[in-house]
């Protein structure tokens, strides 16, 4: 009996916790690959300019000095002391000297990209974010409560470094109680602006990975990941069925999908994952299996109808993003 009820708790957050795994992967996968591109040595392209060098240096007797300027400008200046060497002819017309690229710590690559997604936003209070239509909100941060832009800014900038720190909760609660004071809307309201304002750009730090273009081409679905528990808003259910044959899986340029997509309302806990082909299918998406199948893509992209949402949903997505 009590396994049941621990079985039936573990598949509630089923998705989820397959979402953390997979996002662990792939972000692990790309800060590693930029670790490891950061500390190999470029060394085909150095051995590819001490070919050309070699075939041509016989040859640089015979060129004019305008000539002989045009060929050096090929070279990075990374190789001057190679060229002094082998061609001293090249060396008075070669670049000058980079300076030397800045050590980059390896991070993990969503972290950064979430963090960035934030401290782009431009700083308004309430009242002028208010004004703007839905498109130039995505674009902005404000805190209700707050009348200053001063005031905004300190919490903006307080939560950019949360996310790039790792977020904690308690730890941003009590640097805004110091810097401004507790909010005038109390504690559940800070507690919501943080976990809100990560969710969301933890999201758009995902896009912008996803939106290079090869992983564009890995993952060209991506799933609603929702916890099937008692706090599941009905918007979310409904969004969690209405994807391609019934799943919570969308094409990733779907127009309903990238309407609707998390968080989509205040408190929203879902998570998003963008799935390869073979995963699409396997969660019974009809057009990744036929794509798997055939190898070709589909020709006209499978996009869903629009669903038909509960009563309440355009407000509550209209409060996303004002708390
Ligand atoms: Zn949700």
């Given at each position: 009996?009590?396994?049941a009820?621990?079985?039936?708790?573990?598949?509630s957050?089923?998705?989820a916790?397959?979402?953390?795994?997979?996002?662990?992967?792939l972000?692990a996968?790309l800060?590693?690959?930029?670790?490891?591109?950061?500390?190999?040595?470029?060394?085909?392209?150095?051995?590819?300019?001490?070919?050309?060098?070699?075939a041509?240096?016989?040859?640089?007797t015979?060129?004019?000095?305008?000539?002989?300027?045009?060929?050096?400008?090929?070279?990075?200046?990374?190789?001057?002391?190679?060229?002094?060497?082998?061609a001293?002819r090249?060396?008075?017309?070669?670049?000058?000297?980079?300076?030397?690229?800045?050590?980059?710590?390896?991070?993990?690559?969503?972290?950064e990209a979430?963090?960035?997604?934030?401290?782009?936003?431009?700083?308004?209070?309430?009242?002028?974010?208010d004004?703007?239509?839905?498109?130039?909100?995505?674009q902005?941060?404000t805190?209700?409560?707050q009348?200053t832009?001063?005031?905004?800014?300190?919490?903006?900038?307080l939560?950019?470094?949360q996310?790039?720190?790792?977020?904690?909760?308690r730890?941003?609660?009590?640097?805004?109680?110091?810097?401004?004071?507790?909010?005038?809307?109390?504690?559940?309201?800070?507690?919501?602006?943080f976990?809100?304002?990560?969710?969301?750009h933890?999201?758009?730090g995902?896009?912008?990975?996803?939106a290079?273009?090869?992983?564009?081409?890995?993952?060209?679905?991506?799933?609603?990941e929702?916890?099937?528990?008692?706090?599941?808003?009905?918007?979310?259910?409904?969004?969690?069925?209405?994807?391609?044959?019934?799943?919570n899986v969308?094409?990733?340029?779907?127009?309903?999908w990238?309407?609707?997509?998390?968080?989509?309302?205040?408190?929203?806990?879902?998570?998003?994952?963008?799935?390869?082909?073979?995963?699409a299918?396997?969660?019974?998406?009809?057009?990744?299996?036929?794509?798997?199948?055939?190898?070709?893509?589909?020709?006209?992209?499978?996009?869903?109808?629009?669903?038909?949402?509960?009563?309440?949903?355009?407000?509550?997505?209209?409060a996303?993003?004002?708390?």
């Open positions: 009996m009590r396994l009820r621990v079985q039936a708790l573990l598949r957050y089923q998705q916790l397959a979402g953390i795994l997979h996002r662990t992967v972000h996968g800060a590693g690959m930029r670790a490891l591109a950061n500390a190999l040595p470029v060394l085909p392209e150095a051995s590819a300019v001490r070919h050309i060098l070699r041509y240096v016989p040859r640089l015979r060129l004019e000095p305008a000539e002989v300027k045009a060929f050096a400008a090929l070279f990075p200046a990374s190789y001057r002391d190679e060229l002094r060497h082998l001293p090249l060396a008075p017309h070669l670049p000058p000297a980079e300076p030397a690229a800045p050590k980059v710590e390896p991070k993990l690559a969503l972290v979430a963090a960035a997604a934030l401290r782009q936003k431009g700083v308004l209070t309430k009242p002028e974010y004004r703007l239509d839905a498109q130039a909100r995505q902005a941060f805190v209700a409560g009348t832009r001063a005031a905004v800014q300190k919490i903006h900038d939560l950019a470094e996310i790039s720190q790792g977020p904690e909760q730890g941003f609660v009590k640097k805004w109680t110091a810097a401004l004071g507790e909010s005038p809307l109390g504690q559940a309201h800070m507690e919501t602006v976990r809100d304002t990560v969710q969301k933890y999201a758009e995902m896009d912008k990975m996803a290079h273009p090869l992983v564009q081409e890995l993952f060209p679905f991506v799933a609603n929702a916890i099937f528990d008692a706090r599941l808003s009905e918007l979310c259910r409904v969004i969690s069925r209405s994807g391609l044959d019934g799943s969308y094409h990733r340029d779907d127009p309903v990238k309407k609707y997509q998390n968080p989509r309302h205040i408190r929203c806990r879902c998570g998003r994952r963008y799935l390869t082909i073979e995963q299918a396997a969660l019974g998406v009809k057009a990744a299996q036929r794509w798997l199948k055939t190898g070709r893509p589909p020709a006209v992209p499978p996009f869903v109808p629009e669903p038909k949402l509960p009563p309440g949903s355009e407000r509550a997505r209209q996303l993003g004002t708390v």
